[in-house]
């Protein structure tokens, strides 16, 4: 009776086995598609500005291969560090401010308010507009006659051309991309808020709590995973700034490289200058530079959260 029992154990265990197997198969099959585009469209690239990081072509001459000159290059060059320097700076402002702004707006959209569905279309509404739209309507906004300085003029005060003056013209895309970003992270931190379980901030209101002290002690801990996937987006989004500083100077990144960033300098080496190789390797600095504060993110942010 003990073999028969073994063997009916064998068996299932057997069974199950094979149907993990088949399972496995499954899954392969349908993320197939998928894969092959990962392949053709990701990976195939970036594998691809590896290689041309380590050649001398200007797109209409043959490649020579010249291995580490263009990093040598690139790290000479002012211009290069000019970029970096205004990348940081942006992502550094930018990511912190959004994601609280965010987490703030859907912690109130997470109330019970009146007409609580207007109020959250009303705040993300800007980012799903283009951003040649939005970009062109704050060049409107911060032009020297533009609507802000005409509200200033009112007070007496006579504003900058805010996008002509190297003072301000960074920061009136840090403004824009604020704006046009806070309210997708919203989303993300309402989805995380929804999920945090309404019997802890009962429990914590009954041993006496205050809102503030539920909103420390329950909802910033519980939201990290959420706070995790925007920081790290909001990390590559904003160090890969390129559109709006395109529009907003013109392509030039001026006044005076006040918003050339490296996304904007390595489209100028590869379409203005014809420098492919310079353009290349700027881009594998730049996917350096957001891997390694991906990583530092992670091992920040990225634990698994305890009830």
Do not use: C
């Not at 263009?70 to 994601?99: C, D, G, R």
């Not at 995973?225 to 390129?242: D, R």
């Amino acid at each position: 009776m003990g073999t028969a029992v073994m063997l009916k154990n064998t068996e299932s265990r057997g069974g199950m086995e094979h149907w993990r197997r088949q399972e496995t198969a499954a899954a392969y099959m349908f993320s197939f598609p998928t894969i092959i585009l990962l392949l053709v469209f990701s990976l195939g690239p970036a594998a691809y500005a590896f290689f041309l990081s380590g050649v001398s072509w200007n797109l209409l001459n043959h490649m020579h291969w010249v291995g580490l000159s263009n990093y040598s290059a690139i790290l000479h060059m002012p211009l290069f560090w000019t970029s970096v320097k205004n990348s940081v700076i942006f992502a550094a402002v930018v990511m912190p401010v959004q994601t609280v702004i965010a987490m703030i707006i859907a912690v109130i959209m997470n109330q019970n308010l009146p007409a609580r569905p207007i109020y959250r279309l009303i705040f993300f509404f800007p980012s799903i507009s283009s951003s040649a739209v939005t970009s062109l309507m704050f060049m409107w906004i911060f032009n020297k006659l533009g609507l802000l300085n005409g509200f200033l003029s009112m007070a007496g005060i006579s504003g900058p051309n805010w996008i002509g003056n190297p003072r301000f013209a960074l920061s009136a895309i840090m403004i824009l991309n604020i704006w046009s970003t806070a309210g997708y992270f919203m989303v993300v931190f309402l989805a995380g808020l929804q999920a945090i379980p309404r019997t802890l901030y009962e429990a914590a209101a009954i041993d006496g709590a205050s809102a503030l002290q539920r909103f420390w002690n329950i909802t910033v801990p519980l939201l990290r995973p959420s706070t995790f996937f925007i920081v790290v987006m909001g990390l590559i989004g904003t160090l890969q700034m390129f559109d709006q500083s395109f529009i907003i100077s013109g392509g030039t990144g001026g006044p005076l490289n006040s918003t050339m960033t490296i996304a904007l300098l390595i489209y100028q080496e590869i379409f203005s200058y014809g420098q492919v190789g310079y353009g290349a390797a700027a881009t594998v600095f730049l996917f350096v530079l957001v891997l390694g504060l991906t990583i530092i993110t992670n091992r920040w942010l990225g634990k698994p959260i305890e009830y």
